[in-house]
């Protein structure tokens, strides 16, 4: 392999590349990045086995071929090089020469065969999003992945795509971010059940932030193919059995608040800061036309903050992590919110006032 590349347009490239390789190297080959070229271009492709990232540039190919060379040495190595042309040329023996003016090293790769396979593209059925609706989805959803291991089907992401309808919830067991809406009718033709692993969405994410148009999305075997321009991105879909989001959703709340999502947001980061590293309730405390809003820490002090609701009912105590809340927050368009509350000990609704589509349940913590 010979060939000349931008080095801007290479790091731009190698940079997502090189993120979902694995870290632990289990197995060597799975720290290195495969550089396959051939025509007018440059492939870059890497994987844990879970999750695959391969990404396609402009190059001068004097000699087409392929190598794969360790990701991070290499990510090292050329973004500490000039913006200008990079010449790579390996040799029989897989050493690979990287020069740039007057920068010049040597690396050491791996035959290709010892590689995974990059994923087959093949045509089929298409869920089509555009680049900024997916970045929604996963903007109101991703925060509530769970993270413990042990409850797996929790991991990811649970995106369905049905006839009229789509879908995507996450949740871990405390709470759960769930978008309803019907589908776009420019949306293609695939249905889709699908949980996917919450590192290839966390990657989705940064691909559709880079890039405008549409995402691709397909079926292929037990694996789920998110295509974007001239990136690909491939995952092994999480084994598991989803929770029935359905039945955590309460169907009918007697308490309806609502309040300035600011407003709340404010109270919650002042009150949270005298919590420290624990994870202690905060106290809501709802009357007629106020919430007092309580975090006590047995170390260090309390707080309280009163502020201004739309709130007729009975007086109601209920306890909740504030750092839910302020994750939905953080993700909720709307410049006022809805809480629906049944009682102190079931789980509660926050929603884009007026708006149902998207809708953060967040079970109660005793107080």
Request: aromatic content about 4%; charged content about 25%; proline content about 5%.
């Amino acid at each position: 392999m010979h060939i000349r590349v931008e080095r801007d347009a290479f790091v731009e490239a190698l940079g997502p590349v090189q993120s979902v390789v694995e870290v632990k190297k289990a197995l060597p080959i799975l720290s290195h990045v495969l550089l396959h070229s051939e025509a007018d271009h440059l492939s870059l492709f890497g994987t844990d086995l879970d999750v695959g990232l391969r990404r396609q540039i402009k190059a001068e190919v004097i000699k087409p071929g392929a190598v794969t060379l360790s990701a991070k040495k290499l990510y090292e190595v050329v973004k500490e090089l000039p913006s200008t042309t990079i010449e790579l040329q390996a040799d029989p023996d897989l050493q690979v020469a990287i020069s740039c003016q007057r920068s010049s090293f040597r690396m050491k790769g791996l035959t290709r065969e010892e590689f995974p396979s990059p994923p087959d593209l093949r045509e089929g059925d298409e869920l089509l999003l555009s680049a900024k609706l997916f970045r929604d989805l996963l903007r109101k959803t991703l925060f509530a992945v769970s993270s413990d291991q042990t409850r797996y089907a929790l991991t990811g992401v649970l995106l369905q795509a049905q006839s009229s309808a789509l879908n995507m919830v996450a949740t871990d067991g405390h709470r759960l971010a769930l978008v309803r809406m019907n589908r776009p009718e420019t949306s293609g033709t695939a249905v889709i059940d699908a949980l996917i692993p919450k590192k290839a969405m966390v990657e989705a994410a940064k691909i559709a932030r880079e890039e405008l148009g549409d995402v691709r999305i397909r079926l292929s075997d037990n694996q789920i193919i998110l295509q974007q321009d001239t990136t690909t991105l491939v995952a092994r879909l999480i084994d598991g059995q989803f929770p029935n989001y359905d039945q955590v959703v309460p169907s009918t709340t007697p308490s309806e608040i609502n309040i300035a999502k600011d407003v709340l947001h404010g109270a919650l980061r002042r009150t949270s800061a005298i919590m420290g590293e624990r994870t202690t309730p905060t106290e809501f405390d709802f009357q007629k036309g106020r919430l007092l809003v309580s975090c006590v820490n047995m170390d260090l002090g309390e707080a309280h903050e009163e502020v201004e609701v739309a709130y007729a009912g009975e007086g109601v105590k209920i306890g909740f992590n504030a750092r839910y809340i302020m994750d939905f927050l953080s993700a909720v368009d709307s410049e006022q919110i809805t809480i629906h509350l049944t009682d102190p000990l079931s789980p509660a609704i926050f929603r884009a006032a007026g708006d149902d589509r998207y809708s953060c349940v967040i079970m109660p913590m005793r107080i």
